[in-house]
């Protein structure tokens, strides 16, 4: 069936610095791919999402290109921020269209 | 416009007893999905409802019920707490008819329950 695996978290990293953290996807067909973020004490919030492969999905300055040929859909910002500390979740959409989650990366930005 | 509202936010219950979540849906949305998320897990789905039925249904006992109302709210039922059950429970709600666009989906912040 389909799967999706993030890489282990805490992923912990000074102010402005890089970040990407992996996502890789085992499925029939192509499936739509998706970024969800989970700040402390809320509930999930769709960041970005991509229906096609080679499409990049962008939003508050994060980045995530569905990349079919290493079934792959990374995430990416060039410069994080104290407020990016949240728990970072990447899923696909299934045949039946639900979700199916990766198991979570933590994200610690420190000033 | 309210989002998706659960209650109750936070709940601790006796293993064997029975316990009961609520969630109302985002205005304008027809169908509610359930989600169990474990510490340190992602969500795993539950089961939708659309309708007033069970649509579709994950890998979940038949301890694990649910309802959907007229109004489009809906409740989620679990009986024979285990502690294996404490988790956080979360419900989505969107539009049957653009579900397969991911981005009509929406979470609530969930209803912790735990089981001593």
Known sequence: GNSVTQMEGPVTLSEEAFLTINCTYTATGYPSLFWYVQYPGEGLQLLLKATKADDKGSNKGFEATYRKETTSFHLEKGSVQVSDSAVYFCAGMDSNYQLIWGAGTKLIIKP | ?116
């Open chain 2, 1 to 116: 416009d309210a989002g998706v509202t659960q209650s109750p936010t936070h709940l601790i219950k006796t293993r064997g007893q029975q316990v009961t979540l609520r969630c109302s849906p985002k205005s304008g949305h027809d169908t509610v999905s359930w989600y169990q998320q474990a510490l340190g897990q992602g969500p795993q789905f539950i089961f939708q409802y659309y309708e007033e039925e069970e649509r579709q249904r994950g890998n979940f006992p038949d301890r694990f019920s649910g309802h959907q109302f007229p109004n489009y709210s809906s409740e989620l039922n679990v009986n024979a707490l285990l502690l294996g059950d404490s988790a956080l429970y979360l419900c989505a709600s969107s539009s049957y008819r653009t579900a397969y666009s991911g981005n009509t989906i929406y979470f609530g912040e969930g209803s912790w329950l735990t089981v001593v």
